[in-house]
């Protein structure tokens, strides 16, 4: 196995992954740092962005049912609220955050059954990935599976890490945890890994994950979505901690809360790796706003089980209510998925189909965003992500599908580009 390294303008990084068999070269798979084809497409590499949409479709953000993001919708609960007022009239905004965060890493700690230590709070886990990637760019080769979330890639670029995807079967079974595929990868480098993955929302199973534990230099697994997922929990890789210098967790609180504007996730590994990071980053990366929210949910066990659980049932009836809906559409099949979210793909007689017009159609006449999976390497515009909504939001959904797949796959009569 030989890697290359070219620089063309226009990429961050280019790669040639040469597989030799018998001394003949069995193929090349070219990787950029940053996927081209979605920066030549404008793609966004996330949902979410509803003020610069509303501006394009001449509209308020609050007309917009957005799904291309995956949030609770009926969130924040009503006690979050209440704290986060309570701290704008304390000390929050006329105050430094403590630098250090040490109420909120005992209070992450005791909810995991950890150290204080093995605890880094962050500005979203968007700023976590960075300071992963600065580690992970000196270990060596970062794999990437595929189709998956693309900040991993805008991270890695950032230090000039040397990264490759590899493609992940695009069907699979309905029930889950299912267990991680048997990939031909080497036993070296970095493996990043998401559970629930994003966007297919497979939910891997710890078991199956445990030996890669032993044969990557480092893991890193983003389990952002995991508290969304009914009884997902068991089949988080936070037990082994303790086991496994070479593991990092990564955390948010912006899905199951649906707080993104306050920017709060943590990163769960090894004390000496997460206090190497804390001396490269800046000096406030959480602000006093999201340390009173992070306080307010990990210091009462009970009522953020009780708000988990809610969210729970929530996925559980929208994803099945959903995927029955979307089932008896023309043109499009939704896939399975244990996440809050799912993905639909576009086909005729077996043969993949252009969603890009249906998107479009939504956006426009419906004020409805549905994610642009050409962000996500491997996927091509035959596919589509919905992040589930309420009951209202989900047939608001459905309606307008209903109406426009006819004429937008009417017009999709060549197979979907990449």
């Given at each position: 196995?030989?890697?290359?390294?070219?620089?063309?303008?226009?990429?961050?990084?280019?790669?040639?992954?040469?597989?030799?068999?018998?001394?003949?070269?069995?193929?090349?798979?070219?990787?950029?740092?940053?996927?081209?084809?979605?920066?030549l497409?404008?793609?966004?590499?996330?949902g979410?962005?509803?003020?610069?949409?509303?501006?394009?479709l001449?509209?308020?953000?609050?007309?917009?049912?957005?799904?291309?993001?995956?949030?609770?919708?009926?969130?924040?609960?009503?006690?979050?609220?209440?704290?986060?007022?309570?701290?704008?009239?304390?000390?929050?905004?006329?105050?430094?955050?403590?630098?250090?965060?040490?109420?909120?890493?005992?209070?992450?700690?005791?909810?995991?059954?950890?150290?204080?230590?093995?605890v880094?709070?962050?500005?979203?886990?968007?700023?976590?990935?960075?300071w992963?990637?600065?580690?992970?760019?000196?270990?060596?080769?970062?794999?990437?599976?595929?189709?998956?979330?693309a900040?991993?890639?805008?991270?890695?670029?950032?230090?000039?890490?040397?990264?490759?995807?590899?493609?992940?079967?695009?069907?699979?079974?309905a029930?889950?945890?299912?267990?991680?595929?048997?990939?031909?990868?080497?036993?070296?480098?970095?493996?990043?890994?998401?559970?629930?993955?994003?966007?297919?929302?497979?939910?891997?199973?710890?078991?199956?994950?445990?030996?890669?534990?032993?044969?990557?230099?480092?893991?890193?697994v983003?389990?952002?979505?995991?508290?969304?997922?009914?009884?997902?929990?068991?089949?988080?890789?936070?037990?082994?901690?303790?086991?496994?210098?070479?593991?990092?967790?990564?955390?948010?609180?912006?899905?199951?809360?649906?707080?993104?504007?306050?920017?709060?996730?943590?990163?769960?590994?090894?004390?000496?790796?997460?206090?190497?990071?804390?001396?490269?980053?800046?000096?406030?990366?959480?602000?006093?706003?999201?340390?009173?929210?992070?306080?307010?949910?990990?210091?009462?066990?009970?009522?953020?089980?009780?708000?988990?659980?809610?969210?729970?049932?929530?996925?559980?009836?929208?994803?099945?209510?959903?995927?029955?809906?979307?089932?008896?559409?023309?043109?499009?099949?939704?896939?399975?998925?244990?996440?809050?979210?799912?993905?639909?793909?576009?086909?005729?007689?077996?043969?993949?189909?252009?969603?890009?017009?249906?998107?479009?159609?939504?956006?426009?006449?419906?004020?409805?965003?549905?994610?642009?999976?050409?962000?996500?390497?491997?996927?091509?515009?035959?596919?589509?992500?919905?992040?589930?909504?309420?009951?209202?939001?989900?047939?608001?959904?459905?309606?307008?599908?209903?109406?426009?797949?006819?004429?937008?796959?009417?017009?999709?009569?060549?197979?979907?580009?990449?």
């Open positions: 196995m030989v890697w290359l390294r070219c620089a063309i303008p226009g990429c961050c990084l280019l790669w040639a992954l040469l597989y030799r068999t018998g001394g003949a070269a069995a193929s090349v798979r070219l990787q950029a740092g940053i996927s081209c084809a979605a920066l497409s404008g793609v966004e590499p996330h979410g962005n509803r003020e610069a949409l509303a501006r394009r001449g509209c308020r953000p609050d007309q917009l049912l957005d799904a291309s993001a995956s949030l609770v919708p009926f969130g924040p609960p009503a006690w979050l609220r209440r704290h986060v007022v309570r701290a704008l009239h304390n000390e929050a905004l006329t105050s430094y955050p403590d630098r250090e965060q040490w109420a909120l890493r005992e209070a992450i700690a005791k909810s995991h059954g950890i150290q204080p230590q093995q880094l709070p962050g500005n979203g886990a968007a700023e976590l990935f960075t992963i990637a600065r580690d992970a760019a000196a270990v060596g080769i970062n794999w990437l599976p595929a189709p998956g979330f900040d991993y890639r805008r991270a890695l670029a950032t230090w000039d890490a040397c990264c490759c995807a590899q493609p992940l079967p695009l069907r699979w079974p029930d889950g945890p299912q267990p991680w595929p048997e990939l031909s990868l080497p036993a070296e480098g970095v493996l990043w890994l998401t559970n629930p993955h994003n966007p297919t929302g497979q939910l891997w199973s710890r078991a199956s994950l445990e030996p890669l534990l032993r044969r990557f230099a480092l893991v890193v983003d389990e952002a979505f995991l508290p969304l997922v009914p009884r997902g929990e068991q089949q988080s890789l936070v037990p082994w901690l303790d086991q496994h210098r070479n593991l990092v967790v990564i955390r948010s609180l912006t899905k199951v809360l649906s707080i993104p504007g306050l920017r709060l996730g943590y990163a769960l590994g090894d004390p000496e790796r997460l206090q190497r990071w804390h001396q490269w980053r800046d000096p406030w990366p959480v602000n006093g706003l999201a340390a009173a929210a992070g306080l307010a949910w990990f210091e009462v066990p009970r009522r953020a089980e009780q708000w988990q659980r809610r969210v729970q049932r929530w996925v559980t009836r929208e994803g099945a209510w959903l995927q029955r809906e979307l089932g008896a559409l023309p043109g499009v099949t939704p896939m399975p998925s244990a996440a809050n979210y799912l993905l639909i793909r576009g086909e005729r007689d077996g043969q993949p189909l252009s969603l890009q017009l249906l998107r479009e159609a939504l956006e426009t006449r419906h004020r409805i965003l549905l994610r642009d999976c050409r962000s996500f390497e491997g996927l091509d515009d035959s596919w589509l992500r919905i992040g589930y909504q309420s009951r209202r939001g989900n047939r608001r959904i459905i309606h307008a599908m209903r109406q426009e797949l006819p004429q937008a796959l009417n017009s999709s009569n060549t197979p979907a580009s990449n």
